[in-house]
């Protein structure tokens, strides 16, 4: 599957601190996010790393790259408002 440059996901909010939510459209704020709250040792941020790259070279679709993104906040216990 081949994806627009620069694509974005759906929009993910998640607790970045308590109280406080921080929403993500895209793998700039995605590997942000996963840098501040994740594990690199992690298997989930690993993968949800891959993803960042790869929605940004547009070989990843924006769903598959979503899903990586929030099982990897939720590993390593960060709250996520997903619908």
Same mark, same amino acid.
């Given at each position: 599957? $081949? &994806?627009?440059?620069?694509? $974005?996901?759906?929009? &993910?909010?998640?607790?970045?601190?308590?109280?406080?939510?921080? &929403? &993500? $459209?895209?793998?700039?704020?995605?590997? *942000?996010?996963? /840098? *501040?709250?994740?594990?690199?040792?992690?298997?989930?941020?690993?993968?949800?790393?891959?993803?960042?790259? $790869?929605?940004?070279?547009?070989?990843?679709?924006?769903?598959?790259?979503? *899903?990586?993104?929030?099982?990897? /906040?939720?590993?390593?216990?960060?709250?996520?408002?997903?619908?």
């Amino acid at each position: 599957m $081949t &994806v627009r440059r620069g694509a $974005t996901i759906r929009p &993910v909010s998640y607790e970045e601190k308590v109280g406080i939510f921080r &929403v &993500v $459209t895209d793998a700039k704020g995605m590997g *942000a996010a996963l /840098l *501040a709250h994740c594990e690199p040792s992690d298997p989930h941020f690993q993968k949800a790393a891959i993803a960042c790259l $790869t929605l940004e070279s547009g070989e990843t679709g924006p769903e598959q790259a979503r *899903a990586d993104f929030v099982a990897a /906040l939720k590993a390593a216990g960060v709250f996520v408002r997903d619908p």
